[in-house]
DNA sequence: ATAGGTGCAAAACCTTTGCATCCGT
DNA sequence: ACGGATGCAAAGGTTTTGCACCTAT
């Protein structure tokens, strides 16, 4: 784990246990986008006794401190990414392939924003559907 | 209920149920945008033995038709309104007052989902915020 | 030493489902 | 009368919480 997330967790009056280090660690490793029990497996074999409770406890801390990435595909559950700088999603509804997207549609709505007098503190853009081999595994025509 | 959405439910070989009408009645006359428990307690009034069981399937139901709309503020419940037609959306995290955002980024992003070869199916866009009460009770100073 | 962190189990929440009964067509 | 729809209760899945014990600093 880098010295310059060490230090920042010690700055906030936040230990650094083995259980966020290993949890860290997994979400490193892979670039993926991952539930808090698919978290909690890969972890599993770092450090084995790691409570799935405690994963969601530091998973959601280190989201509020924007180290790592909290998604919503509306599928009922969240999932995590190491990726911190903003972005978006391209998500594939049959194997879950993500495709994190750096073009950001925020700026076009400043004037909508003012004009309704809201101070926007965050948002979200996701983009749904079908990657390539799914698509051609569904078979080309008349699907969803 | 309008003669067109009778019609619309015949074809399909949905009933029209008093339920049904109830609950399209609760979404018609409010505009907001309301979670299921929310439409379950405004609906006792015109039909009181109504059960939330059946408030979720038929709005699952109303909202696979496109005759509502489903969104999700993220904040881990569904929330449905009587518009059906696309836009998006602009949440008070405070007060949960909801402006519907009627401009789409979505055009922007074709030559990336081309790139990526998906076939994007659908998306969302939603920003959050303060509205200008909220803010002005929160003090304008170093709020999140 | 001490305050924060963890494990465990239980609860909270929202949502879905099985089944007997009901009712729209 | 038929098959879809409802009510009720129970279960499902994800996430949070209370509390005693543990551990990083």
New binding site residues.
């Given amino acids: 784990m880098s010295k310059h997330l060490?230090q920042r967790?010690?700055e906030r009056?936040?230990?650094?246990?083995?259980?966020?280090e290993a949890?860290l660690e997994v979400l490193a490793t892979t670039g993926e986008h991952l539930?808090?029990?698919e978290v909690h497996q890969r972890v599993q074999s770092i450090?084995p006794?790691?409570?799935?409770?405690?994963?969601?406890?530091?998973?959601?801390?280190l989201a509020e401190q924007k180290i790592i990435g909290k998604v919503?595909f509306g599928?009922?559950?969240?999932?995590f990414e190491a990726r911190s700088e903003h972005h978006h999603h391209l998500y594939c509804l049959k194997c879950g392939r993500v495709v994190d997207l750096f073009f950001c549609p925020v700026h076009l709505y400043e004037s909508i924003f003012q004009t309704y007098r809201f101070r926007v503190t965050a948002h979200q853009f996701e983009a749904y559907g079908y990657c390539m081999g799914c698509e051609l595994l569904n078979g080309k025509v008349g699907k969803p």
């Fill in positions: 060490k967790f010690r009056g936040y230990r650094l246990t083995r259980q966020r949890i539930t808090a029990e450090c006794e790691l409570n799935l409770a405690t994963v969601y406890r530091n998973l959601n801390l919503d599928d009922g559950r969240s999932r």
